[in-house]
């Protein structure tokens, strides 16, 4: 965790309302400083051409590659939206945006309590001007992703701007940047939904040829009840007469597409003049799975398909980085917050349970970082556990999810009753993706992962109470409990 200090909450208030007022501009650059961050949810790391694919999907991720700083092993912090966005945009464990159960029945589960650090709030009270443009309704205020940002706009946009994905956000985006005075500093936040929303379109799309259908995956999978569903594809993304190895095909000439259109996003950050002075990054939320580990065409699972994820930082040219190269240590994406603030010497706060990655950016001695990062939030209750080279997966089967879910795994016979899973995948000597089939030989290794993970777990619920709390009512909140979560970095 980091241990970094920042001002008193009503200091960095008081300076984000007098940025507002005056733009804050703290020297005479003709060009602000931007941060632009690109969130791409259903964006699996082993289709990118750069890092192994062999499919030419990103041609234009590639170039930018040698401009950048890739992360090879990064990790998402939870393979579902919600979770995934909150854990990027606040830098914390995304079990905080989960509510108690306890504490709230009937209620939406997820939401970012206004105690928890956030991203933009730091960007803003530094005096950096805000926005996200979000592509779900799950990404919005009703869940508490607007803090901080100035300039918030939800999915579709105003009654005048009904569009969505990349163009419909692209274009927002575009209206605000070149709106924005050319001197401004600026963060801006965007999320992009397109590799999951061409499901609903694709029964009606027909397969494209640029890429041959793999002959391992010709096959019609089921067709599932609901979703989401184990072994079968949900009811909404099946089409009769297609075969897995062509639902495979269609979403790699999507990410296809996608990256030949977000590439123009960048040109006209080009023709604007702000290129030289913007810091790009491109990430995953989260995967998608093709049966890999039990799920088809969905996301939600604690395998590497839903969890590994790109991870690229193209740094500003200003900035001085030594670029077109690759990292390997292992990162989590709640890493993400920090380690843009480290780059633009803001301070972080204590409270964020990320890690800069600045030393391992820089090739400064001593920036490994962690021994395990973890995941939480899938379709089923349990964690994930990964080193720097096992993935370790604790898994309750017959938790969470739903009826339809459960009874998926055991058989429409069975009773749904709990039981625990684990899997302990070996990343070096068995490439393949998913875990299913990968069960645990080596006890020793995986009782420590799982022990490390009901460690952390055991103190984020703790702290997930508490940062609930501090919204709610503080005087519920044992002074004790509330001393030791804070010297352990997990709240404010």
């Known amino acids: 965790m980091s241990s970094s200090t920042h001002p008193p909450r009503i200091l960095r208030l008081a300076a984000l309302g007098l940025s507002l007022l005056v733009g804050c501009e703290s020297d ?14 259903g964006l699996r790391s082993d289709h990118i051409s750069a890092m192994g694919y062999d499919r030419e999907t990103t041609p234009r991720l590639d170039a930018l590659r040698e401009e950048s700083i890739a992360f090879d092993a990064a990790w998402s912090a939870s393979p579902t939206m919600v979770p995934a966005h909150a854990a990027i945009l606040t830098g914390c464990d995304p079990l905080l945006a989960q509510r108690p159960r306890d504490m709230v029945a009937g209620a939406s589960n997820w939401f970012v309590p206004a105690s928890v650090p956030r991203l933009a709030i730091e960007f ?3 005096g950096w001007m805000t926005a996200a443009f979000a592509d779900h309704p799950f990404i919005g205020r009703l869940r508490g992703f607007d803090r901080g940002f100035v300039h918030f706009t939800e999915c579709g946009g105003t009654p005048a701007q009904r569009q969505v994905g990349l163009a419909g956000v692209g274009r927002r985006f575009v209206d605000w940047i070149s709106d924005l005075d050319q001197d401004r500093d600026w963060f801006a936040y965007m999320h992009m939904n397109d590799l999951e929303r061409m499901w609903t379109n694709a029964p009606g799309v ?3 040829s640029e890429f041959i259908p793999r002959p391992e995956l010709d096959y019609i999978p089921a067709c599932g009840r609901a979703r989401p569903i184990y072994h079968a594809v949900p009811p909404a993304r099946w089409h009769a007469d297609r075969t897995l190895a062509e639902y495979e095909v269609l979403y790699d000439a999507e990410l296809r597409w996608f990256d030949r259109n977000l590439q123009r996003i960048f040109d006209r950050l080009k023709s604007e003049g702000r290129w030289e002075q913007t810091t790009v990054v491109i990430v995953g939320s989260y995967g998608i799975g093709f049966g890999e580990s039990d799920l088809y065409v969905d996301n939600g699972t604690l395998s590497d398909v839903d969890l590994h994820v790109p991870f690229l930082v193209r740094p500003a ?7 077109g190269k690759s990292i390997a240590e292992q990162v989590g994406l709640i890493d993400v917050a920090p380690t843009l603030l480290a780059m633009m010497d803001i301070a972080a706060p204590r409270a964020m349970h990320g890690q ?19 995941s939480t939030g899938a379709v089923y209750d349990g964690f994930a556990v990964t080193d720097d080279r096992y993935s370790y997966v604790f898994a309750r089967h017959g938790i969470g999810g739903g009826r339809t879910l459960i009874s998926s795994w055991f058989g429409l016979n069975r009773p749904a009753r709990s039981t625990v899973r684990e899997t302990l995948k070996d990343r070096e000597s068995d490439r393949r993706p998913g875990h299913s089939g990968r069960d645990v030989d080596d006890t020793e290794r995986a009782a420590r992962m799982r022990a490390a993970g009901e460690a952390w777990y055991e103190d984020v619920r703790r702290a997930q109470r508490v940062v609930h ?3 709610f009512d503080p005087a519920f909140i044992d002074a004790d409990e509330l001393s030791e979560l804070r010297r352990k970095g997990l709240v404010p």
């Open 28 to 41: 005479d650059r003709q060009t602000g400083r931007g941060v632009l961050v690109v969130v791409v949810d």
């Open 124 to 126: 803003a009270a530094d």
């Open 206 to 208: 027909s397969v494209p």
């Open 317 to 323: 040219p200003e900035l001085g980085f030594d670029v």
């Open 356 to 374: 800069s990655l600045l030393a391992l950016m820089r090739g400064d001695p001593g920036g490994v970082l962690r021994e395990y990062t973890f």
């Open 469 to 471: 709390l501090l919204d």
